[in-house]
C-alpha cells in the first residue's frame, strides 16, 4: 500500500508496502527514484531493512485541511479547489490509473514486463512532476524552486520518445480511427491516456509558473501511453475495434 506524504522533494511518496510481491515492486520504485533524485547525497531508501524501519504508527491525517484548504511545498496555503490542486489531483489520478494497469499485466510474458518497468518509472517522474507544479516559480524560496526543478536537460522526455519509437515498430497499421480497446489492460492505458489528456489541459493555465519541461512530458506521456495501449494489445493477441461509421461505412483518414 502506498502513503503520500510531504518531503523534501515536496509532494514525494512514502511507500509503506506489505510483504511479497508488492513490497518488491515497491523497493524496486524506489530504487528508480534513487537513480533520478540529483538533489541527495544519498538514495532516499536503500534497502528492504529501511523499508520495515517505518513505525507502523505513522498518522496519513493532520486535520490542517478541514477548511478547504492546502499548502504548497512552499508553505502558502490555498484553497482546495486552486488550479493547482487540480492539477495535482489529475497527476495523482494518472498515476493511480497506471497501477491498476500495471496491476492487469501482473502475469504476462517477460517482453510485457519491461512495460510494467517503465510504467513503474513514469509513476516516479509524476511524483516529480507533482513537486514542481507544487513549487511556482514566482515563489520566493529560491532554494525550493531549485531542488523541484524538473528534468532541466531534457533526458525524461527524449526516453520517452525512445520507447514510443521502439514500441511502434511492427504495429499494424490502420488508416480508421482506433476505439479504447484491446483488451482489459490495453484499455486502462487508454483510460490513463484521456486522463493524462486532462492533466495536461490543467497545466496550461500554471504554464508560467513550472518548468516547461513538466508540460514536454505530460504532452509525450499521452503519446507513449496511447501507443503502449496499442503494443500491449498485439503483445496479447487481442484485435483491436476500430471506428465504424453509423451507416456501415469504416471512416479512414486521408491518403
Known amino acids: 500500500m502506498f502513503r503520500l506524504a510531504r518531503s523534501a522533494r515536496g509532494f514525494s511518496a512514502l511507500y509503506r508496502p506489505a510483504h511479497g510481491p508488492t513490497a518488491n515492486r515497491a523497493i524496486k ?10 538533489d541527495s547525497d ?28 492546502s499548502s504548497l511545498f512552499t508553505g502558502e496555503r490555498r484553497g482546495k479547489d486552486d488550479a493547482v490542486f487540480e492539477a495535482l489531483g489529475t497527476t495523482d489520478e494518472l498515476s493511480s490509473m497506471l497501477g491498476l494497469a500495471i496491476a492487469h499485466m501482473e502475469s504476462t510474458s517477460d517482453t510485457q514486463q519491461q512495460l510494467v518497468e517503465r510504467l513503474e518509472i513514469i ?88 518548468d516547461k519541461e513538466t508540460m514536454m512530458l505530460v504532452n509525450r506521456l499521452s503519446d507513449f501511453l496511447f501507443v503502449a495501449a496499442r503494443w500491449t494489445a498485439m503483445q496479447q493477441g487481442v484485435t483491436e475495434k476500430i471506428y465504424v461509421h453509423q451507416k456501415g461505412r469504416v471512416t479512414e483518414f486521408d491518403k
Not at 520504485?29 to 540529483?38: A, D, F, G, W
Not at 544519498?42 to 484548504?69: H, L
Request: include cysteine.
Open 123 to 210: 509513476q516516479c517522474l509524476l511524483q516529480d512532476v507533482g513537486s514542481n507544479v507544487a513549487t511556482p516559480l514566482n515563489s520566493k524560496s529560491q532554494s525550493k524552486i531549485r531542488r523541484t526543478r524538473f528534468d532541466p536537460d531534457g533526458h525524461h522526455c527524449a526516453r520517452l520518445e525512445q520507447w514510443i519509437d521502439e514500441m511502434s515498430e511492427g504495429l499494424p497499421v490502420h488508416r480508421s480511427f482506433i476505439l479504447p480497446s484491446g483488451g482489459l489492460a490495453a484499455s486502462t492505458l487508454h483510460v490513463a491516456r484521456t486522463i493524462c489528456r486532462r492533466a495536461e489541459r490543467l497545466l496550461v493555465p500554471l504554464k508560467d509558473d513550472i
Open 42 to 69: 544519498k538514495p532516499v531508501i536503500k534497502s528492504p531493512e529501511e523499508v520495515k524501519s517505518y513505525p507502523a504508527t505513522i498518522k496519513v491525517y493532520t486535520r490542517t485541511g478541514d477548511k478547504g484548504t
Open 29 to 38: 520504485i524506489m530504487s528508480l527514484r534513487s537513480v533520478h533524485t540529483k
